[in-house]
């Protein structure tokens, strides 16, 4: 869920500065003047336009960071014996 997330949220802001660059290009603008604003104008754009993917995303990686310092809380406590021996099933 959370790559997909991730990459959907990728994909929507290299859209934005396409659309932008596409935007510039239509009144004249040579293409890397345009990407080179269509980039500026992207990255703050994209903080409002894609508020909810961008804090889904954010949620995603919180709670990955979580599951990750559990498993490694838990590792380092078998490895220094706190818990009893560990079973395999």
């Not at 239509?26 to 508020?51: Q, R, T």
């Not at 909810?52 to 559990?70: I, K, S, T, W």
């Amino acid at each position: 869920m959370l790559a997909r997330d991730v990459t959907l949220y990728v994909l929507a802001r290299l859209g934005l500065v396409a659309v932008v660059t596409g935007a510039l290009m239509l009144f004249k603008v040579p293409l890397l003047p345009a990407l080179a604003v269509g980039i500026v104008v992207a990255l703050p754009a994209s903080l409002f336009v894609f508020k909810g993917l961008r804090e889904r995303v954010a949620a995603g990686l919180n709670e990955r960071q979580a599951e990750r310092r559990e498993q490694r809380d838990r590792l380092r406590s078998e490895l220094r014996g706190d818990e009893g021996p560990v079973t395999q099933a």
